[in-house]
């Protein structure tokens, strides 16, 4: 197992800016895809961005695709997530998760795919 600590979240006005950072240890980080997802209240868990192993690959959904960007540095066993552009629907908890897989050459997307999660950090946007 992966322990995984998410930091970054706040309140932020319609347009501003936040970086999520989140810092993984208990194995090897750098051998596994990684990816964001977030759950609004009454809502379902949906899938935001996932980074491969390498950092070669990466994928976004469509509502945020243009104004976040996933990134990682494997030799601070941290993924983040900038996200630029902020709207009212953003608001939500922000989770980190590990695939569990390691190696995999497919960038999961789906939240059954992965097999870390960690506490998750909480995003408003004011309007």
């Known amino acids: 197992q992966v322990r995984l600590v998410e930091s970054g979240g706040g309140l932020v006005q319609a347009g501003g800016s936040l970086r999520l950072s989140c810092a993984a240890s208990?194995?090897?980080?750098?051998?596994?895809?990684m990816g964001w997802f977030r759950q609004a209240p009454g809502k379902e868990r949906e899938f935001v961005a996932a980074?491969?192993?390498?950092?070669?690959?990466?994928k976004y959904a469509y509502s945020v695709k243009g104004r976040f960007t996933i990134s990682r540095d494997n030799a601070k066993n941290t993924v983040y997530l900038q996200m630029n552009g902020l709207k009212p629907e953003d608001t939500s908890v922000y989770f980190c998760?590990?695939?569990?897989?390691?190696?995999?050459?497919?960038?999961?997307?789906?939240?059954?795919?992965?097999?870390?999660w960690g506490q998750g950090t909480q995003v408003t946007v004011s309007s």
């Open positions: 998760a590990a695939d569990s897989v390691p190696g995999n050459i497919v960038v999961p997307t789906t939240w059954t795919d992965f097999g870390s």
């Open positions: 208990g194995r090897t980080f750098s051998s596994y895809a």
């Open positions: 980074i491969s192993w390498s950092g070669g690959t990466t």
